[in-house]
C-alpha cells in the first residue's frame, strides 16, 4: 500500500472541492473519497488503487438516512450502511427485492460497513485486474490487453463484453436498483444533478477503464426508488457456495400479476453482465402474457440472445436462464 | 490424587487455547527483529526452458538490494526431501511455473514487489507435458530422468502381489473395469508459509511456520554446508498446514537464510494468497484403473489395480505419497488375489506434496466408487457386497499382513446405516426422485487409513523424546512434534500428566527447537498420538523410575509430593530428565523389496455415510447431512478427536464437490479466494461423530491416529450418494456443477412447472426467500 494523505470533511461542499482537483473519477484518480471501504482499501492493499489522497466523507451529517419523501419515493442516503438498508421497515415492506439483494452479497462484517454510494462503486472481481503480475488488463492499465480473455474467465460476464474486457460486475445490491429505476443524485462542481441507473453504468467498449457517468469532484449524496404500486418481488441468487461468494447467475424481478396478466415487469441479472444487466427484451416478452413455463422460456431465450461466452463460462447461458425462469415461476406463486 | 479422575479420555483444553484466543499468542509474521528486511521471489513464468539470461530492469535501486542466486549458495543447490534432484535455486533449467531463480531482499516491501516484476527471465523454450497421459505418452519428451528413478518421467514405481491373480479371470463370472480420477487440491491452511532467518558466524538460524522442523534442519546443513551444530530451526505458533508445511519451509526456509547470509541482516519472507496457492504444493493428482473378478454371488475373487498420482517436476514426497496410496487402494477387503501397480510420473506442474491422507483419499477414491460399481453389476447392494468381503480379525491384508485387532466392520456398516437412517431413506428417495426436480440420494464409503510410517519406516525415523522437569518442579515435555491446530501439545501433555499422576495444567511442552528438543521425527502421518504419544508414556514412566532408584518418591504421591520430589533430585543431581526412543515392536515386519508385511503397527476404521441433493435445474450437488462413524483406538481427548473429524469431512466435502484447481500450462490459473471454491460453514451439512474405541496395543492408552482418516471417506461416500440420486456415474472429482450439467442436461429435467418449484429451498445456491 503507498502512502496517502487522508482528510475528514464535514460537508458535501468541502468533498466535492477536494476531489474537484483531479483529473479523473475513474480509475487513477488521485483523490477518492472513502466510505465504508470495503473496497476501495482492499485494492489499495493489492495496490490496484493508489489515490494520493482520501477523502473521508463518514463525518458528513444526515447521509446515513433513509427517508419516506413527500412523493411516495424513498430517499437513500450515501452513508447507509448495506446491513441498516436491507432491514429499512420502508424497504422490506415496499421494495423487498433490494432487501434480499443486500443480504445475498458478502458477509455480516462487510454488509456492515458497506454503504449505499460505496455498493454503487464497487469495482469487478477479475482476478486479473486484482493481480498486478499480470501486465495486461485494460481496466487497470489502458491500453494493456486483457488477461482474462486468454486466461480462466469461468466467472466473467457473457452479456455486454468487448474485446477488451469481459470482467463482470460483481454487485447484487445495483441488480435490485435497476428494477427499482433507481435514481442516483449527485453533487459536483457545477451543482446538483440526478442520473437514472439506467445511465449510471457504462459497457466496457474501448474504454473499459471509465464505469459509469461520474465526474471529477462528483459526490453521490443519495439515492431514491420512485414509489412503486403493490408488486411481487424477487432476488434470487445462484453461486457456488451458499456464503462469501459472489454470483454465477443472479435475477431481480419485479411484477404485479392482474386478472391473470403480467404487467409492471422488470426484470434484470447480476453475474453475467459486465454492468448490472437490465433485460428490457424479457420485459417485452413477458408484458401482457399469461404466467407460464413457455412464456418465462420465451423471455429468458430473447434476454440471453446477445449472451457472448467464452471457453470457460458458456455453462453461464443455461444456466443464467434456468435462473431467470425460476426466479419467474417463484415470484409469480408467491 | 490426581490420576484418580482420568485426564486422558477428558476434554482439556487446548494448551495454547488461551493465547491464540486471547490474541498473543506469536505467528510468524508477527515478529519483528531488529534491521530486519524483507525477502522476495523472482519465478518462472514459463513451464520449462533453459535460461539464457537473467535481466534487471531499470529505475530500481539494485545497489541497495541483495540479491541472490543458485552461485550464492555455500553448500549443494538442492532442496533434500528423498533424493536430490529438486535445486534450491533454478541453475539453467527451469523445470516448472513458479519456479525459483533468483532471491531478493529489500527494507522496503513495496519497492520489492516492483523489483521482483522488473526482473526479466529471458529463456529457450523446452517441451513439457502438463498431465499424467501426457507424461506416460509413448512420443512424450523427457523431461525427467535420472538414474534414481525406475524409467523417464517416472519417479518410483511400486508392485504389490497377492496371490496369482491371472488365475481368477478364466473362473469370474464378472469381470468389472472401471477408472476413476481425483485433481489437485489446495490444502488452503489460513496462515501462508512464512520464515525469518538470521546467519552469522555461530551458523543459521529458521523461525518458521511448520510441521517438520528437522526437515528443514537437515536442509540447511546441505544448502549450506554447514554441520548440525550449526543449524538451528524454531518452530512459532502455526496457523494451520495439512500437509502443505511439511516439505515447503525447506524451500522458503532455505531461500531466506540465503537473503540473510548475503545481506548480514534477519530476513522475513512470507508468501501472500495468491504466491502460497500458485507456488507451493498441493494434492496429488490421480488416475485409478480398477479390472476386477467377482463370483455371481459378489465375492471379490481378485483384482488388478492401476494407480497413478502427478508427482510434478521433482520427486519431492512423491514416492511415499505414492506407497500410501497403494497400500490403501485395496480397502478394508479381502482380497485373495491382487496385483497393484503404481507409479509417480513427472510433469511440469509444480511439484505436487503432502496433504491429509497422502495418497490414501485417491486411491481410496477410486475403490469406494468402484465398490458401488461392482455392486451395480453383481446385482447385489453397495452394503451386501461390502459384507461379504470385509477384512475379518486373522485375515490378511493386501500386503500380507494378518489382522489381529478384534476389528467388527459388519457391527459398524450396521450402526451407521442406523444412525443415518439410510435404508429408510433409499426408499424414500425412490419413491420421491421421480416427481422431484431436487434428486436425493444416500451413499457410503467404508476404509481404513494405517497409522504411522508406513513399512520399515519408524524403525528409520528412531525417534527420540525426552522429559525434564523444571525448576518450578514441573515436567516439560521435550518433542520436535509440532501443534500446528490440530492438538499435538494438548493430548501429549494429557498423556504424560495422567502417566506421572498429576495435574494437567503442570505439564509443560517446550517450544519445538532443534537445539533443545531431540527428533522425535516429522508431525505427519497421522503418527504423533500413537508413536509420539507411546514415547511420552515410556519417558514419564523412566522419569518416575529414576525418581524411585533415587528414594525421594513413594509408589504413591500426591502432586504436592512429586513437586517436592523433583526439586530435591535436581538438587542432588543438578538435572532431572528422563528419555525414551522408539523401539520397533518385536512382531512388525515390512519387506520393502516385495512390498509385503506389516504395512502399519496399526489402522483406523470408518464408515462414512452421506447424504445429498442434486437440484437438476442449477446442476448443484449439496450434501445434506453427513455421519462419520470410526474405530481410532481410545480417544484421547474426545473435543479435538471430534474437531478432527469435523475438519477432516469438511475438507473431504471440498474435495468432492467444491475445490478445484485450474490448470493452464502448469499454472495453478485460480490462485484467489473468490475463484477457488472452498466450501464456508454455511455450505456444511451437520456432520454426526461417531466412536468406537478398541485399545491399540502401539498407542499411548490404547490410542491410534486419527488426523488424515477423515480425509479419505467423504468424497467417495458423496459421489456414491450422488450416483444414488442421479442415476449417473461420476468418477472424477472435484464434481462442479457443470460437469453434473454435461452429463445431465436435458429439457425433460430443466422444468419450471410451478408445482415442482413449491419445495424450492435448494440449500445454498438458494439465497433469495419468496417476498
Not at chain 2, 104 to 122: G, Y
Not at chain 2, 264 to 270: I, S
Request: glycine share 8%.
Amino acid at each position: 500500500m503507498i502512502d496517502f494523505e487522508l482528510t475528514r470533511v464535514g460537508t458535501p461542499d468541502a468533498a466535492v472541492q477536494i476531489a474537484a482537483a483531479t483529473p479523473t473519477a475513474q480509475q487513477g484518480a488521485t483523490v477518492r473519497f472513502i466510505a465504508g471501504g470495503t473496497n476501495l482499501i482492499d485494492y489499495m492493499k493489492l495496490d490496484v488503487e493508489t489515490p494520493q489522497h482520501l477523502v473521508d466523507i463518514n463525518r458528513i451529517p444526515d447521509l446515513a438516512k433513509v427517508e419516506k419523501q413527500p412523493d411516495g419515493s424513498l430517499k437513500i442516503g450515501a452513508l447507509v450502511r448495506n446491513s441498516d438498508l436491507a432491514q429499512a421497515p420502508e424497504v422490506l415492506a415496499e421494495y423487498p427485492v433490494l432487501s434480499q439483494a443486500l443480504l445475498s452479497g458478502a458477509s455480516a462484517q462487510l454488509r456492515n460497513k458497506a454503504t449505499t454510494s460505496g455498493n454503487l462503486l464497487q469495482r469487478t472481481r477479475c482476478p486479473y485486474f486484482r493481480d498486478l503480475a499480470y501486465a495486461e488488463c485494460n481496466k487497470r492499465t489502458p491500453g494493456s490487453g486483457c488477461a482474462a480473455i486468454g486466461g480462466y474467465h469461468r466467472n466473467h460476464a457473457i452479456l455486454g463484453v468487448s474485446d477488451q474486457c469481459i470482467a463482470t460486475h460483481a454487485s447484487d445490491m445495483d441488480v435490485a436498483l435497476m428494477v427499482l429505476d433507481a435514481v442516483i443524485h449527485v453533487q459536483g462542481i457545477k451543482g446538483n444533478r440526478t442520473i437514472p441507473i439506467g445511465e449510471f453504468y457504462k459497457l466496457p467498449g474501448t474504454t473499459p477503464h471509465i464505469e459509469n457517468a461520474l465526474e471529477p469532484g462528483d459526490l453521490i449524496t443519495h439515492v431514491t426508488l420512485p414509489a412503486l404500486p403493490e408488486t411481487k418481488q424477487i432476488y434470487l441468487k445462484l453461486r457456488d457456495r451458499a456464503s462469501y461468494e459472489f454470483a454465477l447467475a443472479s435475477a431481480a424481478i419485479v411484477m404485479q400479476v392482474q386478472g391473470g396478466r403480467l404487467r409492471h415487469v422488470r426484470v434484470a441479472m447480476g453475474g453475467v453482465g459486465t454492468r448490472p444487466w437490465r433485460m428490457p427484451e424479457a420485459e417485452h416478452a413477458l408484458e401482457g402474457q399469461a404466467p407460464g413455463e413457455g412464456v418465462f422460456r420465451a423471455a429468458a431465450d430473447a434476454a440471453l440472445k446477445t449472451a457472448r461466452p467464452h471457453t470457460d463460462n458458456a455453462f453461464k447461458i443455461p444456466l443464467a436462464k434456468l435462473c431467470m425462469i425460476r426466479a419467474l415461476t417463484t415470484v409469480t406463486n408467491a | 490424587m490426581a490420576a484418580k479422575e482420568s485426564i486422558v479420555g477428558s476434554p482439556a483444553l487446548r494448551y495454547e487455547g488461551e493465547a491464540k484466543v486471547l490474541g498473543y499468542a506469536k505467528y510468524i509474521d508477527d515478529l519483528h527483529f531488529p534491521q530486519m528486511i524483507h525477502g522476495a521471489t523472482v519465478r518462472s513464468k514459463f513451464p520449462r526452458g533453459r535460461i539464457t539470461a537473467i535481466r534487471y530492469g531499470e529505475g530500481i535501486p539494485w545497489d541497495e538490494f541483495t540479491i541472490v542466486t543458485w552461485k550464492d549458495i555455500p553448500g549443494e543447490n538442492t532442496i533434500v526431501h528423498l533424493l536430490k534432484d529438486h535445486p534450491c535455486l533454478v541453475q539453467e533449467i527451469v523445470n516448472h511455473p513458479e519456479e525459483p531463480i533468483v532471491l531478493l531482499a529489500h527494507p522496503d516491501k513495496a519497492l520489492l514487489r516492483k523489483a521482483v516484476d522488473a526482473v526479466t527471465i529471458e529463456y529457450e523454450p523446452l517441451p513439457a507435458v502438463f498431465t499424467i497421459e501426457e507424461s506416460e505418452a509413448p512420443d512424450a519428451p523427457v523431461i525427467w530422468n535420472s538414474e534414481a528413478g525406475d524409467s523417464p518421467n517416472v519417479f518410483k514405481t511400486y508392485l504389490m502381489e497377492k496371490g496369482h491373480v491371472e488365475d481368477v479371470w478364466a473362473t469370474a463370472d464378472y469381470i468389472i473395469e472401471g477408472e476413476y480420477s481425483t485433481g489437485a487440491q489446495e490444502q488452503f491452511y489460513i496462515e501462508n508459509n512464512g520464515v525469518i532467518a538470521e546467519y552469522s558466524e555461530q551458523g543459521v538460524t529458521v523461525w518458521g511456520s511448520m510441521q517438520c522442523p528437522y526437515y528443514l534442519h537437515h536442509a540447511l546443513q546441505l544448502a549450506f554446508g554447514l554441520p548440525e551444530q550449526k543449524c538451528r530451526v524454531i518452530q512459532v505458533e502455526t496457523g494451520g498446514a495439512f500437509g502443505g508445511k511439511e516439505d515447503y519451509p525447506s524451500v522458503i526456509g532455505c531461500h531466506a537464510a540465503l537473503l540473510a547470509m548475503k545481506s548480514g541482516r534477519p530476513v522475513k519472507m512470507v508468501y501472500d494468497r495468491m504466491e502460497d496457492m500458485a507456488a507451493t504444493t498441493k494434492r496429488h493428482p490421480s488416475r485409478t484403473r480398477h479390472r476386477t473378478a467377482v463370483s455371481k454371488d459378489g465375492k471379490l475373487l481378485g483384482g488388478e489395480i492401476e494407480f497413478a498420482i502427478d508427482g510434478g517436476a521433482y520427486v519431492t514426497l512423491s514416492p511415499v505419497v505414492l506407497s500410501r496410496g497403494t497400500i490403501h487402494a485395496a480397502g478394508p477387503y479381502n482380497w485373495p488375489h491382487l496385483r497393484i501397480r503404481a507409479k509417480a510420473v513427472a510433469t511440469n506442474c509444480p511439484p505436487h506434496g503432502a496433504f491429509r491422507g497422502f495418497g490414501a483419499p485417491q486411491s481410496i477414491f477410486g475403490l469406494e466408487r468402484h465398490m458401488d460399481l461392482i455392486a451395480k453389476t453383481v446385482g447385489i447392494t453397495p452394503e451386501e457386497l461390502r459384507r461379504r468381503n470385509f477384512l475379518q480379525p486373522g485375515g490378511t491384508t493386501a500386503t500380507g499382513q494378518l489382522i489381529k485387532d478384534p476389528i467388527d466392520l459388519n457391527g459398524m456398516l450396521t450402526r451407521a446405516l442406523e444412525e443415518s437412517g439410510y435404508h429408510a431413506k433409499r426408499a424414500e428417495f425412490a419413491k420421491t426422485n421421480p416427481t422431484s426436480p431436487i434428486k436425493r440420494g444416500i451413499g457410503f464409503a467404508t476404509f481404513m487409513h494405517g497409522a504411522g510410517f508406513t513399512g520399515s519406516g519408524e524403525r528409520r525415523l528412531n525417534s527420540l523424546v525426552a522429559i525434564e522437569v523444571d525448576d518450578e518442579g514441573k515436567p516439560e515435555i521435550l518433542v520436535s512434534s509440532t501443534e500446528f491446530g490440530q492438538g499435538t501439545n494438548t493430548i501429549l501433555c494429557q498423556v504424560a500428566a495422567q502417566t506421572l499422576h498429576i495435574s494437567y495444567k503442570d505439564v509443560r511442552i517446550a517450544q519445538p527447537d532443534t537445539d533443545r528438543v531431540p527428533n522425535s521425527g516429522p508431525t505427519v502421518a497421522s503418527r504423533t498420538a500413537m508413536i509420539v504419544g507411546k514415547l511420552v508414556e515410556d519417558a514419564s514412566h523412566n522419569l518416575l523410575t529414576c525418581m524411585r532408584a533415587s528414594g525421594l518418591l513413594e509408589e504413591t504421591y500426591t502432586p504436592e509430593q512429586f513437586c517436592h520430589a523433583a526439586l530435591a533430585y535436581k538438587q542432588q543431581h543438578g538435572e532431572l530428565r528422563a528419555t525414551a526412543r522408539y523401539q520397533a515392536p518385536d512382531d512388525i515386519f515390512w519387506d520393502d523389496d516385495k512390498y509385503h508385511g506389516d504395512a502399519y503397527p496399526a489402522y483406523a476404521w470408518a464408515v462414512y455415510v452421506a447424504e445429498v441433493a442434486v437440484d437438476t435445474r442449477t446442476y448443484m450437488a449439496e450434501v445434506k447431512n453427513f455421519w462419520a462413524l470410526q474405530e481410532v483406538g481410545k480417544v484421547l481427548n474426545p473435543v479435538l478427536a471430534k474437531g478432527q473429524v469435523e475438519g477432516g469431512v469438511a475438507q473431504g466435502i471440498g474435495y468432492a464437490i467444491y475445490e478445484k484447481c485450474v490448470w493452464k500450462d502448469g499454472v495453478m490459473a485460480n490462485n484467489q479466494m473468490t475463484n477457488y471454491i472452498m466450501p464456508t460453514s454455511a455450505d456444511l451439512p451437520p456432520i454426526h461423530v461417531l466412536f468406537e474405541e478398541v485399545p491399540s496395543i502401539h498407542g499411548p492408552f490404547g490410542a491410534k491416529g486419527i488426523g488424515e482418516l477423515p480425509m479419505d471417506g467423504p468424497a467417495p461416500a458423496i459421489l456414491n450418494a450422488i450416483e444414488e440420486a442421479t442415476g449417473v456415474r461420476f468418477n472424477h472429482c472435484p464434481l462442479l456443477p457443470e460437469d453434473i450439467f454435461d452429463k445431465l442436461a436435458n429439457p425433460t429435467l430443466i422444468s419450471a412447472d410451478s408445482s415442482q418449484l413449491q419445495p424450492a429451498v435448494a440449500g445454498p445456491v438458494f439465497s433469495g426467500t419468496t417476498p
